[in-house]
């Protein structure tokens, strides 16, 4: 009696004592999560990430074309460049003395009227393409390097007004009377361009404000080209590419031999809004890196590896993400697919060749024999937990008729966190 008398205390106590908590703690957001901390699921050909480029803002303001039509008859217009609020316009120019490809910064409204002179008369800005307005359109970031050849002053290369027109001639019988003289446009006085502005011997990365006052350089190593940058969601910092005045050079004569549009390769750096600069690899790429949406991380692809860094200059880390057998696997069932895709059917619908193997494959494929096995050539991150990447062949030649991209597929990486280890 008293033994289930004890049992039956046991029980009761065990029935009042709480369960343990066994809740999951809540999900970390992605930008507490250290890269070198990420898992990662491969998806292989995938459709692809709908475009973000917004072409539109590099066509020509009109209004911005105007002023320059009717009071700026030495500047030829070459692109403008509007803010994302669409409140500010970069106008990219050259004046007729100028040496081909290298250009001048202009800052307009959006009504076109002229409110700051970026560039001094010293600055040549290259690549205008890579011209790149902050998501919050408090700045501009643009790459220059000082002008070989000065021209001479604006005043000196603008068009005189028109001189007195010479009588025509008085038209013969049965002809037309030739037009009458136009007059030479009038030049307006401009503001005086900036002066006193650090410029180098190599392209540089510059910063200026909404405004197009404040120029400044954010990269002051001569010696290194800067041909590539984006800004991080957030507009606090940029992303960059850097090759050596050398290796541009080496790659430049090479291409040339070959008939091909030279491609860079630099190293990727981060470099904050200060001048403070890091970077994040020595290895060279030719694949823009790209910022995940939180501005947490960056991603850059070489070859058929992508690393991932942290962008907070404390505690960051970096993880590689090796593809070699993924991507192997996946270009072995990509080409089986398209071979059978091509393949000639008799009357009955067959094949008349024998189907590959569906089962699992007991050993890597040899890269050599598949056509769609290529290099990482672009890179999208438009949600924080995927990066989609593009695989390709490329060849980019002088004449673009002759230039090739064949296979392209689209794949993607999904991030997770990885597993904590059991506690023992």
């Known amino acids: ?88 316009v970069v106008a990219v120019y050259h004046r007729l003395s100028d040496t081909p ?45 000082f002008r070989k050849f000065q021209p001479p002053p604006e005043s000196l290369d603008a068009p005189t007004p028109a001189a007195v027109a010479t009588p025509a001639e008085t038209p013969a019988e ?43 350089p954010v990269t002051q190593n001569e010696g290194l080209i800067y041909y590539h940058y984006s800004w991080a969601p957030d507009s606090s910092a940029l992303v960059a590419l850097a090759a050596t005045e050398y290796e541009w050079r080496v790659l430049d004569v090479s291409a040339n031999n070959k008939g091909e ?47 991932i860094y942290d962008a907070a200059a404390a505690n960051a880390t970096q993880a590689a993400i090796p593809l070699r057998n993924q991507l192997l696997l996946s270009s072995q069932a990509y080409d089986q697919q398209q071979r059978q895709s091509l393949e000639p059917t008799n009357t009955g619908g067959v094949s008349n060749t024998a189907q590959a193997p569906s089962g699992p494959t007991s050993t890597l494929p040899d890269e050599k024999d598949l056509v769609s096995f290529n290099p990482i050539v672009e890179l999208s991150w438009q949600t924080d937990d995927i990066l989609y990447f593009k695989t390709a062949f490329l060849k980019k030649m002088k ?17 997770s966190r990885q597993a904590a280890p059991q506690k023992q």
Request: proline content about 9%; overall charge negative.
């Open 261 to 307: 549009t030279m491609v860079p390769q630099g190293r990727p750096r981060m470099i904050e809004r200060n001048g403070r600069e890091r970077r994040l690899d020595d290895n060279l790429t030719a694949v823009f890196p790209v910022w995940s949406p939180d501005s947490s991380k960056v991603a850059v692809g070489y070859g058929i590896q992508i690393r």
């Open 1 to 88: 009696m008293r033994l289930l008398t004890l049992i039956i205390f046991i029980a009761l106590i065990a029935a009042c004592t709480p369960a343990p908590d066994k809740t999951e703690p809540a999900a970390a957001a992605f930008r507490e999560i250290p890269a070198v901390n990420l898992n990662f699921r491969y998806e292989a050909d995938v459709p692809g990430p709908a475009g973000t480029d917004d072409r539109s803002a590099w066509e020509r303001n009109a209004a911005v074309q105007a002023d320059f039509d009717s009071g700026r008859p030495s500047d030829v217009l070459d692109s403008t460049i509007t803010s994302p609020d669409k409140k500010h």
């Open 101 to 145: 490809s290298e250009y001048r910064l202009d800052m307009y409204s959006a009504d076109g009227k002229l409110t700051g002179r970026v560039t001094s008369d010293q600055m040549a800005v290259r690549f205008p393409d890579s011209i790149r307005w902050a998501p919050d359109s408090s700045s501009v970031a643009f790459s220059a390097l």
């Open 174 to 216: 049965g002809e037309e009377a030739p037009p009458e003289p136009q007059a030479s446009v009038q030049a307006r006085e401009l503001p005086p361009p900036p002066t006193g502005i650090l410029t180098l011997r190599t392209e540089q990365i510059y910063l200026t404000n909404a405004d197009g006052s404040g120029t400044r």
């Open 399 to 415: 004449i673009e008729t002759e230039s090739v991209q064949s296979f392209a597929r689209w794949h993607r990486i999904v991030f």
